[in-house]
């Protein structure tokens, strides 16, 4: 079992930088992918970064590919989305979820464990 515990959301301004955390506790984190989503009210949740166990490889859709960056420090057991150029369309409640299988997953039925989510609202 995975616990996710994520923060660092909150209200910016349009243009802003954002960083969300995810801490992770239980069986060996450095053992999954993980992988940020993000759902805005009405909308499916949406694929926002992926990484696999070591960091060597990310993968990002091209809605948020060179705004966001995701990272990951194994020996703290966390995982980070740095939002650069935030826009309102970014408003949703972020996700992070951890795989128990391989690469860099993009789809959601791909993650087993996921944390309890956190606000971003970007205001124009």
């Known amino acids: 079992q995975v616990q996710l515990v994520e923060s660092g959301g909150g209200l910016v301004q349009a243009g802003d930088s954002l960083r969300l955390s995810c801490a992770a506790s239980?069986?060996?984190?450095?053992?999954?992918?993980m992988g940020w989503f993000r759902q805005a009210p009405g909308k499916e949740r949406e694929f926002v970064a992926a990484i696999n166990w070591s960091g060597s490889a990310t993968y990002y859709p091209d809605s948020v590919k060179g705004r966001f960056t995701i990272s990951r420090d194994n020996a703290k057991n966390t995982v980070y989305l740095q939002m650069n150029s935030l826009k309102p369309e970014d408003t949703a409640v972020y996700y992070c979820?951890?795989?128990?299988?391989?690469?860099?997953?993009?789809?959601?039925?791909?993650?087993?464990?996921w944390g309890q989510g956190t606000q971003v609202t970007v205001s124009s």
């Open positions: 239980g069986r060996t984190f450095s053992n999954y992918p």
């Open positions: 979820a951890a795989a128990t299988g391989w690469g860099t997953p993009s789809e959601a039925p791909e993650y087993d464990y």
